[in-house]
């Protein structure tokens, strides 16, 4: 994987975690299951964290601005409004979108990320990457529980 298209994934994945922070948090104050709203304030403050961690990465080549590649990527508009339109639905649909749609599709393209890189050109991002699908993989099962939970 060269620079260029590390970059842009990369960035792909800045702009999703940053949307998720947003719209998961504001999931947390209308919500009237106290372990869901935990857990969406959880997740959400982690996204916030990993959308910093993983722009720090992004390099200014040939003298444009990182946050150039900060922009959706293949599917990023579908994941993200996915999320959007289970705002106004149940803790279920809300659950069910975290943990059903984006975050298998965050792990599993990292994984993929982490098996394309090389070790010695992507230290730094594969270190971020790794730290990210550990915290997203934790979600994904906390969140899998808190699915099976509320039912329905």
Known sequence: ?????????????????????????SWVQPEAD??????F?????????HAQLLSAL???????????????????LELIGAL??????????????????????EVAEIRDFLGRAQPVASMPSIRVAAAVLADEEQDLRAGAVLLSRVGG
């Open 1 to 25: 994987m060269d620079l260029l298209q590390s970059s842009r994934t990369i960035g792909s994945w800045c702009w999703r975690q940053a949307r998720a922070f947003e719209i998961v948090g």
């Open 58 to 76: 992004l390099p200014a080549i040939a003298g444009s601005d990182p946050a150039e590649f900060v922009e959706p990527g293949t599917g990023d």
């Open 41 to 49: 304030f959880s997740h959400s403050r982690r996204k916030g964290a």
């Open 84 to 105: 959007e339109g289970a705002s106004s639905g149940t803790t279920r649909a809300r659950l069910a979108a975290l943990y059903g749609v984006l975050a298998p599709r």
């Open 34 to 39: 106290a372990e869901a709203k935990i857990q």
